[in-house]
């Protein structure tokens, strides 16, 4: 009965990491395309770099889950992310203006689509 559990227990674990690994691979496509979401919108890729001191027209987001969790209190690092994307004007980065990025990726991404581009910044070390 114990292996029976052990084995269900192991199996689940495994497709929930398989799951990960697949929302974190959707995450990366999506982050690293030039056109996103249902009207074919300007992607992350175009302002964003992932490469320290690199910086295009938006921050590098290099390090940024390191950063994300200390930004803003009450905030965790996904929420800030989540805040960044759905509603980039709610916080400007120091050194940046407003209204520069794209504000509307909430009408043209679905949520797991949004919640995978966070899970591809969150795993990036
Ligand atoms: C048109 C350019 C542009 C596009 C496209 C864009 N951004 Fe931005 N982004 C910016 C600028 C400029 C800032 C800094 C100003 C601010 O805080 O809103 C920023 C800020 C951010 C921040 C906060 C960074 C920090 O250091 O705290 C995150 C996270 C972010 N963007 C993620 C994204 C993601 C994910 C996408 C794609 C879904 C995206 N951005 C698309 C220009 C852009």
Redesign the pocket.
């Known amino acids: 009965m114990i292996r029976l559990i052990s084995a269900i227990l192991v199996l689940l674990l495994c497709s929930c990491a398989n799951q990960k690994a697949q929302q974190i691979a959707q995450g990366d496509k999506?982050?690293h395309s030039v056109h996103?979401g249902k009207n074919n919108v300007?992607?992350?890729i175009?302002?964003?770099t992932l490469k320290p001191d690199v910086t295009t027209?938006?921050?590098s987001?290099y390090a940024?889950n390191l950063?994300?969790e200390h930004?803003i209190s009450g905030l965790t690092a996904e929420q800030?992310?989540k805040q960044?994307?759905i509603n980039?004007?709610a916080?400007?980065?120091s050194g940046?203006?407003?209204a520069?990025?794209?504000a509307h990726?909430q009408d043209e991404?679905s949520d797991d689509e949004i919640n995978a581009?966070i899970a591809y910044?969150m795993s990036l070390k």
Do not use: N, Q, T
Request: hydrophobic share 55%; net charge neutral; glycine share 6%.
């Open positions: 999506l982050f996103l300007i992607g992350c175009s302002c964003h027209v938006g921050p987001l940024l950063r994300a930004l800030y992310i960044s994307i980039p004007d916080y400007i980065v940046y203006s407003p520069v990025m794209f990726y991404l581009i910044l």
